[in-house]
């Protein structure tokens, strides 16, 4: 996939371009059917697909006061992205000058003009430019005016509930992990690397990877079974998310027990995929109980992932 971070990077409009534009914040199965669209397009036309997104999201600059965390990172979006099958993924830098462009202008000067759109698939609900005066009219308006065909896909879901970024945000702050993946397509994830902590796993008999996660968006505090992929390898696991009452801990962290692993991870990157919440953080009044309890954790995680396959994109 080609990657393109400013719109004035493109050399020349690209020949019969399938285009879609949105945020696509978690690439979800919404996400993927467009996608699907736009590569069925670009196929039927001899062409390219191609998909623009923003960076940073525009909520980020045109509402800062927001506690709007992303589903994924940007460079985590471009991954999944790329194992869609698209051609060409245009970023556009969002900024409040960019957001003052009319909708029309947008359409005309940027898809038509410097993309070289043939066709568009949008969302039902997509909306666009200055003051969003931008819609599926106006698309349409458009595309008979200069000559390109407007798409517009009906919401995908599960026959009672519409997907959508704003309830995969909802379901996986709640710590409903399992609940994510109809949505997904896959496993939630969050990644980063390996740094020291306090070592206390170590010292009980359960180390732990301590992982500094580059992720906004994190499960509900509390015990999951995962899958870990590092570098070449996949392992079973028990992650804590929290910040460890039993030892008055303050700032939350992310620790995962690798399952039958033995190995110096600090320093390496490691991608942990949210399997099944086990139970909620709790403070135990002693170290017996808390050993206890995570005798039980891991007991169940090997139960829970014993003939689990990693889901890490949707096929």
Not at 17 to 28: E, K, L, R, S, W
Not at 157 to 169: A, K, Y
Not at 183 to 206: A, I, N, P
Not at 232 to 243: E, K, L, P, R, S
Request: proline letters at 4%; one cysteine or more.
């Amino acid at each position: 996939m080609l990657i393109y971070r400013t719109i004035e990077e493109i050399p020349a409009p690209f020949p019969q371009a399938a285009v879609t534009v949105g945020n696509f914040d978690g690439v979800h199965l919404g996400h993927q059917a467009i996608f699907k669209k736009i590569r069925q397009a670009a196929a039927e036309q001899g062409g390219v697909s191609v998909v623009v997104t923003f960076a940073p999201h525009p909520l980020k600059v045109l509402a800062p006061e927001r506690d709007f965390r992303l589903i994924t990172t940007y460079a985590e979006k471009e991954r999944l992205i790329a194992e869609s099958g698209i051609d060409v993924l245009v970023i556009i830098p969002f900024s409040r000058e960019f957001a003052d462009i009319p909708a029309d202008n947008f359409v005309r000067d940027l898809l038509v003009g410097r993309i070289g759109m043939n066709s568009l698939v949008v969302g039902f609900d997509y909306v666009f430019g200055r003051n969003r005066t931008g819609d599926a009219g106006l698309l349409r308006r458009l595309g008979e005016e200069i000559g390109f065909s407007v798409a517009v896909l009906d919401q995908v879901g599960n026959g009672e509930t519409g997907f959508s970024s704003s309830m995969v945000r909802e379901l996986i702050s709640s710590g409903d992990v399992q609940g994510v993946v109809p949505l997904l397509g896959r496993y939630f994830s969050v990644g980063g690397e390996v740094v020291h902590g306090f070592h206390r796993g170590k010292q009980l008999g359960f180390p732990t990877a301590n992982i500094k996660v580059e992720e906004e968006l994190l499960p509900k505090p509390g015990v999951y079974a995962v899958k870990v992929e590092g570098d070449g390898w996949v392992c079973d696991g028990a992650c804590n998310i929290g910040n460890n009452p039993t030892f008055y801990g303050v700032t939350e962290t992310v620790e995962v027990h690798l399952l039958d692993f033995d190995a110096d991870l600090y320093g390496s990157r490691l991608r942990v995929y949210f399997v099944e919440r086990i139970r909620d953080e709790r403070e135990y009044p002693d170290i017996f109980a808390l050993l206890e309890a995570i005798r039980d954790d891991v007991s169940r995680c090997r139960e829970i992932l014993a003939d689990l396959s990693l889901i890490r994109h949707h096929e």
